[in-house]
């Protein structure tokens, strides 16, 4: 009789389980050594590359913000004034958005995330999918998204390559956004050098929900089944959350598998099937978005965030390649994918939904006892970890910072470097920098977005700030938002820089007649292991949530985009800001063009003699460098005050920010709503002309009034403390006239200056006929 | 009258028609799933506007397929009125309910303007004396470059079924046609949104003017009280 030799364990299944773990395994997954010694330690043992794999991706920058993480703590998360309108429902970091109170019950969810470097690899897709992720995000909180805004960064337009990043992005933000029938309210566009080879392309989304119907993306429940809804998972965008977490290279080109693919068709039947689903009562315990690290991310997160366990077999994720190993299955980034738990017993109730839309909805697991996420394939165990251990122990850096030098030189700047202005150069300075393309009219960019679908467009994009009517609220208020960043001034001075975003956001709202309620910030800056590169984004930071603090406006969310290099060194930083405000009656509604003739123009906050940072001397003088503006919190915040209490009463007629281009630019674009229109006037004699007219000051609005109104205005600014100073009134000439004293330095005809301002993207762009 | 607002996957302006018929116009409205049949009691028929199947393929090419088209073309042949607006004008076309298709506009982006329209006298509803000669209506397409061979479009001129022409022609459109209506006159079909223009929020009122053309027949029953919300 011989003896029974032991059976031979069958060859494992999943041949990703048999790969050793090198070296070279570790640097490629971006884990450095002290990282990987804390992964053995957590786990007791070596991980399988699908371990490793999740790892990378939950402890990358994209997900873990381990850069940032101390820093973003400086941020109020919350209102200190508790009866103010707009306290904070859901926090910054808790959920997959933010979510703030607009009154009558309601609350709006919004938030803003960046998709820059597979917009550059990819332009088309890269933007697209970047709509898609943000959206997801907020109709994820249970709320139905209302609009969309952008903010767009790119090299110079003049560069063939920049051309094509620009018109891809457009046309894929335009081509994802449109489909979903969700307004895009424009948003901001720069073009800088800095920004070549490294476009930064941030997409925000905000919806509007019932405070009862904010959802969770939690686990909870144990014997609660888990379900995978949306389209099959592919091999695309295969971590792309470390992809963005490393610098941009020539060989970057070759990541091209790590860009998604995005169809606006299949995310427009996951939103409405996934409404319809929450809006069954009870019916939804946790729901949470496939986005950075697909559904590596929505298992431990949501299990993470219900203190349970996960189970899931990989087997029954529906796919739409063969062959897929488990690696790839958990890490696949492929587009408009939800993870959902729901009450036991009640599954029938998200299949039927899910099959009216066409849908797939998986039963792929269930919610378990523990801690622990445990993902199965073919019958064996191919992950075992604690759940928290990917969300909450990634670790975090305090990187060393050191002050470039061009910020110490900015500061010892006097504008006697410079020669002032003659009175027969103003003319052309004025339409040189009104054709600079961040200054330059964007129609060519929101003409192609949507902005009117949902019936609540209020201010088109171009004014300073969009404005949607909350009608599909069946309320009749008003929701702003406006976004900003002068890359120039944080680069020059990160602290004021990050500040003055945030005012000038804050100032574009109270033009509009907007209280601004809270921020969403995108922080987008280099690498952050370059000194240089983390002093500027701990000084912007702490700029940022200085000026939060001083205004009481919360951040409820965010997303921080590091690694922004190209080949000669760090992006300007970046810090986006976006604010939403409210506004509570359509009369106060309020736009940046003067459209009618016999109104009194004013400029509140005074004239400015600072020429530091200014686009001035980037247009005349190619150059990036000055103080930049002083900023002073109070007399902003006396500003919008003023601001906001006069167009209450009924007294503005229009209102525009001074901002890029200073003085000039902002009285010009103010009278291109009517090309009849015209103004003539004297401005106080000064030391210099060019900073008077382009200087870049801070906490400055010119405003349109009746001229009955005038001497009141007038009085109540003098009583807020706020200088004021009479320009002229405008008239049917066309002709915009300025005297410097007793000196006629412009005499310019508005449509030529008009058209020079209009026209100038679509010449660079070659756009024919429309 | 119950208007019935058909909703294929896709469809995105299915909400703003509604609330343009329901609580402008105050004219009951209901939408209809692609896969139900259309009620019986439905007076009138939109066809409204977004990315059916995502317009894939064609735009509308795919929604024609759908299990309500069936009913819909049996409403229209028995005389009942139909309003195809954008992405349901495309489907209408690609149905055979209208001539003509629509295609890429001529400058290949996607469109999203007020368009100034000349009014066309086409029949005892839309004409200049009840429309205006001239209005404001937002347009926001891809594809709404009309395209018809030399016969259709002369048909189209000698019967009077042009609606309305672009001032200003924003995609290549034929004889800058904007919108068309059949030859009985009971199916009609347009590029632009009048449902966007019908609140005091909205930049101009002249889709008013336009809706309550298209539902004049079955209105006078009504005692249509229109408010402007």
């Known amino acids: 009789m011989s003896q029974t030799s032991p059976t031979p364990l069958p060859p494992n299944p999943d041949p990703v389980l048999n790969v050793e773990i090198t070296q070279e395994l570790i640097d490629q997954h971006g884990i450095l050594p002290e990282e990987y010694k804390q992964i053995l330690e957590i786990l007791g043992r070596e991980p399988n590359l699908t371990e490793l794999g999740i790892f990378s991706v939950m402890w990358s920058e994209h997900c873990a913000y381990k850069n940032t993480r101390k820093l973003l703590r400086l941020f109020p998360t919350e209102k200190k004034d508790k009866e103010a309108i707009g306290q904070v429902l859901v926090k910054a970091g808790e959920e997959n958005a933010g979510v703030i ?261 998986a039963h792929i697991g269930e919610v378990k006892e523990g801690d622990r996420m445990v993902v199965r394939h073919k019958g064996v165990v191919v992950a075992d970890l604690p759940a928290k251990s990917l969300t909450d122990e990634a670790p975090v850096y305090d990187q060393p910072a050191s002050e470039p030098l061009h910020v110490v030189a900015a500061r010892d700047w006097s504008p006697s470097q410079i020669l002032d202005i003659s009175a027969n150069q103003v003319e052309s300075s004025l339409k040189n920098l009104l054709s600079h393309p961040t200054i330059a009219s964007k129609r060519w960019v929101w003409q192609q977005y949507d902005h009117m679908v949902m019936s609540g467009c209020k201010v088109e994009p171009g004014s300073d700030a969009g404005v949607v009517r909350l009608s599909i609220a069946g309320i009749d208020k008003y929701l702003a938002i406006a976004n900003d960043c002068n890359n120039r001034f944080c680069h020059l001075d990160p602290y004021k820089g990050a500040q003055i975003a945030f005012v000038e956001c804050m100032r574009n709202l109270a033009c509009s007649g907007a209280k601004a309620l809270a921020v969403t910030d995108n922080l987008n800056f280099g690498n952050p292991n370059k000194p240089e590169a983390y002093f500027m984004l701990k000084e912007c930071v702490k700029g940022l949530a200085d000026a939060c603090t001083f205004f009481d406006v919360p951040v409820v969310g965010g997303n921080v985009s590091l690694y922004n290099e190209h080949g000669e060194g760090s992006i300007d930083p970046t810090p986006v800001v976006s604010m939403v405000g409210l506004i509570d009656h359509q009369d106060q509604v309020t736009r940046s063009q003067v459209q009618e003739a016999g109104l009194e123009l004013l400029l509140l906050g005074g004239w400015s003699d600072e020429l530091g940072g200014s686009y001035y001397l980037q247009t005349e003088y190619g150059k990036k460098e000055g103080s930049v503006p002083e900023i002073n919190l109070e007399n902003e915040m006396k500003l919008q005050e003023l601001l906001i209490s006069q167009i209450e009463s009924g007294k503005i007629k229009a209102a525009h920010d001074l901002s890029e281009g200073g003085f000039m630019v902002c009285l010009a674009e103010m009278l291109f709503g009517d090309n009849k229109l015209g103004v003539s006037l004297s401005i106080p004699e000064a030391e210099r002309l060019d900073a008077t007219l382009f200087g870049e000051s801070q906490g400055r609005v010119i405003v349109a009034v009746k001229p009955s109104d005038s001497q009141e205005l007038i009085a109540n600014a003098q009583s807020a403390g706020v200088q004021i100073d009479s320009l002229g009134t405008t008239d049917e000439t066309g002709i915009l006239k300025v005297n410097f004293g007793k000196e006629e330095v412009l005499c310019a005809k508005v449509d030529e200056l008009h058209s020079v301002w209009e026209n100038a993207i679509p010449q660079h762009m070659e756009s024919s006929n429309c | 009258m119950r208007v019935s607002i058909l909703q294929f996957p896709g469809s995105n302006c299915d909400w703003d028609s509604e609330h343009a018929v329901k609580d402008v116009l105050g004219i009951p409205a209901q939408r209809v799933w692609h896969k139900d049949q259309l009620p019986a009691e439905t007076e009138a028929v939109i066809v409204p506007g977004g990315f059916s199947f995502g317009d894939y393929l064609r735009c509308g090419a795919i929604a024609r397929f759908s299990p309500i088209m069936q009913g819909l073309k049996e409403f229209a042949a028995k005389g009942g009125q139909v309003l195809g607006i954008c992405n349901g004008f495309q489907i209408l076309c690609e149905s055979g309910l209208l001539p003509g298709a629509l295609i890429r506009n001529d400058c290949l982006d996607f469109r999203c303007l007020n368009q100034s329209l000349v009014i066309e006298e086409s029949n005892e509803r839309f004409n200049p004396g009840t429309l205006g000669e001239s209005i404001t209506l937002p347009i926001a397409h891809g594809e709404g470059n009309y395209r018809a061979d030399e016969t259709v479009l002369s048909v189209l001129e000698e019967n009077d079924q042009i609606l309305f022409r672009y001032d200003g022609n924003p995609n290549g459109s034929m004889n800058d046609i904007a919108g068309i209506r059949n030859s009985t006159g009971n199916v009609y079909g347009m590029m632009p949104h009048p449902e966007r223009a019908v609140g005091s929020h909205h930049p101009c009122l002249d889709g008013l003017p336009v809706l309550k053309a298209f539902f004049e027949p079955l209105m006078q029953s009504l005692p249509c009280e229109v408010s402007v919300s």
């Open chain 1, 101 to 361: 109170d607009v009154g009558d019950g309601w609350g709006v969810a919004f938030k803003s995330e960046s998709h820059n470097h597979p917009s550059a690899i990819e332009p088309f897709e890269g933007a697209a999918t970047g709509v898609g992720g943000i959206v997801r995000d907020i109709f994820t909180m249970g709320a139905r998204p209302i609009l969309l805004t952008n903010s767009l960064r790119f090299g110079s337009l003049k560069d063939p390559h920049v051309k094509r990043l620009f018109r891809g992005v457009v046309s894929g933000i335009s081509h994802y956004g449109n489909c979903l029938g969700i307004p895009n309210m424009g948003g901001d566009v720069y073009f800088d050098d800095c920004y070549e080879g490294n476009p930064l392309v941030n997409a925000l989304c905000a919806g509007i929900l019932r405070h009862e119907d904010i959802q969770k993306g939690a686990a909870t429940g144990v014997g609660n089944p888990v379900y995978y809804v949306g389209p099959g998972t592919g091999r695309d965008g295969l971590g792309g959350a470390s992809f963005a977490s490393r610098e941009l290279t020539e060989e970057s080109a070759e990541d091209r598998p790590a860009v998604q693919k995005g169809d606006p068709f299949m995310e427009k039947l996951l939103l409405e099937a996934c409404l319809e689903m929450m809006a069954i009562p009870g019916l939804v315990v946790g729901i949470q978005d496939m986005g950075a690290a697909g559904l590596t991310c929505s298992t431990c997160e949501t299990a993470s965030r219900g203190d349970a366990g996960i189970e899931i077999d990989l087997d029954l994720v529906p796919q739409r390649e063969t062959g897929m190993n488990s690696y790839e299955i958990m890490l696949s980034e492929s587009q408009e994918r939800m993870l959902v738990i729901v009450q036991k017993g009640r599954e029938k109730e998200l299949e039927e939904v899910f099959e009216k839309w066409d849908l797939y909805a």
